[in-house]
């Protein structure tokens, strides 16, 4: 049974995929930078909107690296091995230790890698709407309004980063 969904504070519930992480952060640089392209008059607000476009931008770009390394496995490594597993079965052949091997040797270590970058963005937004708190209209519309806070991810896919089970991964 899937454990409950978290909301919190951020909207987008900690466990969804690094996927949809990355295109929540984007969406929240796009604001950052329309807010400073309006901020003129007041130099203080655009310190602080520069200070936090600049902390919300590194952290997507470590977690766009690391979300490209974790697609790019899925879709040129792990998606050759699965296809050696079905060929394997045809001929009488179990192939599932190199499936297992590939899942705990390469898998593995990029999806944790995903996760701590999810963390350290959301940490980062996190740090980003404090430097804000000055400018409560401003701060308050940082984050993307989502169609459902609940929902962790798209589709069910076992091998899609953007559709997330109830611990945030694929399984």
Known sequence: MDSPLIVTPLGLDGRASGLRHLRWAREAIGTLEGHLAEALPDPKLRENLDAALATVSLATAELSAAVKAYRDFLERVRT????????????????????????????????????????RLRASVERALRQLEGWPAVQASVLPPLADPLRVGDAPDDDDDASASADGLTS
Request: net charge positive.
């Open 80 to 119: 050759r091995v699965r296809g050696r597993v079905r060929a394997g079965a045809v001929w009488g052949v179990d192939r599932t230790a190199e499936l297992d091997a590939c899942d705990r040797d390469e898998r593995e270590p990029l999806r944790r890698r995903v996760r701590e970058q999810v963390a």
